[in-house]
């Protein structure tokens, strides 16, 4: 198994709350992946890292901000959380963005 | 507009039966197609992938064929097995400008059943 742990699994916060889930990878990839999980909409990508400080948008990036000071960390930052942001959240890494990328477990985000 | 469909939410199968998955797409731009199987409260796992310039890649019991002019995509499961029931997701990658992340589009799942 790809070495992706994603921080906290489960959490459950109130609306207007700042949240940030951690990624971290023991593989030194150089792209990580920030992606959420919703029901007939598949994964959806938020934001990308190409590398350290290296982050561009993804396909539903409004609401989240990233960060990557280091290799082995992406941070997903929700500034303001609302409730149409409750989703499951996977990380993902890739090591040269050009094969498959591997998928954390996952942390399930209920905003309340 | 997505980009890659399933149309299909729901498949149910005999074991040791064949399971045919399908996927269409719409952007003639992607070169590169991923499968990914993902069971419950897990992340999502590489199953097999074909480049643009295949039209069939076979893993075992996987096999995925891809037929570029009616951009559609199929993954084979020969025999089905109990252990394969779960969501199984199509992807799709287009070439990248240097430093992007050639990002996977994915398509909505479809979840297999494989009944004993």
């Known amino acids: 198994d790809a070495g992706i742990t994603q921080s906290p699994r489960h959490k459950v916060t109130e609306t207007g709350t700042p949240v940030t889930l951690r990624c971290h990878q023991t593989?030194?990839?150089?792209?990580m992946y920030w992606y959420r999980q919703d029901p007939g909409h598949g994964l959806r990508l938020i934001h990308y890292s190409y590398g350290v400080k290296d982050t561009d948008k993804g396909e539903v990036s409004d609401g989240y901000s990233v960060s990557r000071s280091k290799t082995e960390d992406f941070l997903l930052t929700l500034e303001s959380a609302t409730s149409s942001q409750t989703s499951v959240y996977f990380c993902?890494?890739?090591?040269?963005?050009?094969?498959?990328?591997?998928f954390g477990q996952g942390t399930r985000l209920t905003v309340v | 507009d997505q980009q890659v469909k399933q149309n299909s939410p729901s498949l149910s199968v005999q074991e040791g039966r064949i399971s045919i998955l399908n996927c269409d797409y719409t952007n003639s731009m992607f070169d590169y197609f991923l499968w990914y199987k993902k069971y419950p409260a897990e992340g999502p796992t590489f199953l097999i992938s074909?480049?643009?310039?295949?039209d069939k890649n076979e893993d075992g019991r996987f096999t995925v064929f891809l037929n570029k002019s009616a951009k559609h995509l199929s993954l084979h499961i020969v025999p089905s097995q109990p252990g394969d029931s779960a969501v199984y997701f199509c992807a799709a990658k287009s070439p990248g400008s240097s430093g992007s992340a050639r990002q996977l589009t994915f398509g909505s799942g479809t979840q297999l059943t494989v009944l004993p």
């Open positions: 593989e030194n990839h150089r792209y």
């Open positions: 993902a890494i890739n090591r040269d963005g050009n094969t498959e990328a591997f």
């Open positions: 074909i480049s643009s310039i295949k």
